[in-house]
């Protein structure tokens, strides 16, 4: 069963760090592009962040750019999105998604497996 896990939310206070993990089950993720997405309640699904299959490739947000980095461990079959410098605005559940073409884009619909989300709240 092809699975993908996030985990590392958590709540923090604002200019606080966080670093969340994508986790693949059932599937290589060596040949899928990665995207991170959050949705705050009331509000549609942004893209965040993406990095291509070979890693060569990365996207980001206008909103996150110099505060977010992402990063993919193939053999860990894992990708991990570090955050920095975190406001109250950056407050939503965070999805990983994979892509099987291996391009990089912020287009939800290019994405065929979803996690389930972690939570991510900064506030004081």
């Known amino acids: 069963q092809l699975q993908l896990v996030e985990s590392g939310g958590g709540l923090v206070q604002p200019g606080g760090s966080l670093r969340l993990s994508c986790a693949a089950s059932?599937?290589?993720?060596?040949?899928?592009?990665i995207g991170w997405f959050r949705q705050a309640p009331g509000k549609e699904r942004e893209g965040v962040s993406c990095?291509?299959?070979?890693?060569?490739?990365?996207n980001y947000a206008d909103s996150v750019k110099g505060r977010f980095t992402i990063s993919r461990d193939n053999a860990k079959n894992t990708v991990y999105l570090q955050m920095n410098s975190l406001k109250p605005e950056d407050t939503a559940a965070y999805y990983c998604?994979?892509?099987?073409?291996?391009?990089?884009?912020?287009?939800?619909?290019?994405?065929?497996?979803w996690g389930q989300g972690t939570q991510v709240t900064v506030s004081k």
């Open positions: 990095i291509g299959s070979s890693g060569g490739r990365i």
């Open positions: 998604a994979a892509e099987p073409l291996g391009g990089c884009n912020l287009i939800a619909p290019a994405y065929d497996y």
């Open positions: 059932g599937f290589t993720l060596d040949y899928y592009a």
